[in-house]
């Protein structure tokens, strides 16, 4: 079915109610690749509430990715299997809670037809809020539907992507991913058989299943959390990135870093294969 471009553009889905406990914080910071070392304090912190001497849980920033996991405007009739993450953009207004109720705001921001073969890309916001109706996070979703173009909708105005510096990374870290990778970062929420199924990943084009976009860029957070944030969730103000290409599990992601005051500009990349998996990066930190 083709893109009805106005109803697309009204679609809205105010007050959605969602609840989440430690048991989510943990999963979710485990399913990013946290506690591979479990005698790793500054890690542990994030993934396991039970300490001799007592100390805080922390969350993870971008666990408000999947804190009200199914959340969205409502159907947009798209192409399932041809549909990837394109961007994922959201800014943190107050640190979340190890366990809360909250409620969830989303619309959708703006629909761009790339042509008939060259598929539509989809904009929608989802504003996270706590029992009190304040603002936790902003979350801007792009989609990039490539079955979907042809619709005769607006092919300009995206918003130019954020530039890396032009010069040598000023730091580099190599993370890890285990085989298994997916089948525990699923759990989080996204339950999309390209994760998981091989038959239905190699239908959708790919030799076998391929790692969330979302684990990748859980993955770039870990990454400022531990070299420019100090293990300190509440540094983050915002963290954005373009998903360029996936991530198969089981291989390393190399992540490269800019700072510039409080801005970490970022790209990560899968050396093995020569391909950048994560472009445009930028994290604003307090």
């Not at 506690?35 to 790793?40: M, V, Y």
């Not at 199924?197 to 993955?219: Q, S, V």
Request: proline share 7%.
């Amino acid at each position: 079915m083709p893109i009805k471009y106005e109803e697309l553009m009204a679609l809205k889905n105010l007050g959605q109610k969602y609840s989440y406990s430690d048991r989510e914080v943990m999963l979710y910071a485990y399913g990013i690749g946290m506690g591979a070392d479990p005698l790793d304090e500054k890690e542990l912190v994030f993934v396991n509430e039970a300490a001799a001497t007592p100390r805080p849980l922390k969350v993870v920033p971008t666990f408000a990715s999947v804190a009200a996991w199914g959340a969205g405007p409502g159907e947009m009739n798209l192409n399932r299997v041809m549909v990837v993450d394109g961007e994922r953009d959201i800014t943190f207004h107050k640190p979340l809670q190890t366990a809360a109720h909250i409620t969830a705001d989303s619309s959708v921001l703006a629909v761009y037809d790339k042509g008939k073969d060259k598929g539509a890309v989809i904009r929608h916001q989802t504003v996270l809020k706590n029992a009190d109706g304040e603002p936790l996070a902003t979350l801007v979703a792009s989609r990039f539907a490539r079955g979907d173009g042809g619709f005769g909708g607006p092919s300009e105005g995206q918003p130019e992507p954020h530039q890396v510096p032009d010069r040598r990374p000023d730091r580099t870290i190599d993370i890890s991913t285990r085989p298994d990778q997916a089948l525990i970062y699923r759990l989080c929420g996204d339950r999309n058989p390209l994760h998981s199924d091989p038959e239905f990943a190699r239908r959708a084009g790919f030799p076998r299943p391929i790692l969330h976009g979302m684990c990748t860029y859980g993955m770039t957070c870990r990454g400022i959390l531990q070299t420019y944030a100090d293990y300190d969730p509440s540094a983050f103000k915002r963290h954005a990135a373009r998903f360029s290409s996936p991530v198969y599990p089981g291989e390393t992601v190399t992540l490269d870093m800019w700072k510039d005051g409080n801005v970490i500009s970022f790209e990560a990349k899968v050396k093995a294969r020569g391909v950048t998996v994560i472009k445009n990066g930028m994290t604003v930190l307090s």
